[in-house]
């Protein structure tokens, strides 16, 4: 074993696929990349999530309470990069990298067209957002595409550089 610096530590340990949360504040939308996020309920679906005050949707979700999570597929990659490359203080992402926002049923934020799916999201705790910037969402609907049959997400693995789902091993699990 050699040492590892712990500033590379969420190297190891990002959880999950790269994600785009959105958010609509004053009837502006925005879209940001996100990496830092988890399960932690089954029914109602709970996730976790940080969102830096630094970033420009901070203030849209703590505001508005709602926001959707769009899940890219691979093919996305590019612009997945680019949305997180600028804040939405001074472009509109939407408009600017080319995505489609379309209309949500229970929120005002938008979804994503070109995403494989999206989730309709509420802020149901927020006793962790000043110490941690992190907010628990319930997902309060949730969309597919059907046409994005076997989509593949990118997963990040820091500097630029992401991983991109693979082989699904299937083994028996009493777990959903």
Partial sequence: ????????VYQLIEPGPVVLLTTSHRGRPN???????????????????????????????RATKECVIAIPAVELAEQV?????????????????????RPAALVAAPLI???FANLECRVVETRLVNRF??????????????AQK????IHHQGYGTFAVDGNTLKLPSRMP
Wanted: aromatic share 8%; net charge negative.
């Fill in 133 to 146: 910037n992190l907010f628990v969402l319930e997902v309060v609907k949730a969309w597919r595409d059907p």
């Fill in 1 to 8: 074993m050699k040492d590892l610096p712990l500033a590379e």
């Fill in 113 to 115: 067209k070109e995403c």
């Fill in 81 to 101: 990069v680019k949305v997180g490359n600028c804040s939405g203080r001074e472009v509109d992402k939407f408009t600017t990298i080319g995505l489609t926002p």
């Fill in 150 to 153: 076997a989509p593949r997400t």
């Fill in 31 to 61: 879209v940001m990349t996100m990496s830092w996020h988890m399960m932690v309920e089954f029914t109602p679906p709970l996730i976790a999530c940080i969102v830096s005050q630094g970033d420009f949707s901070f203030t849209a979700l």
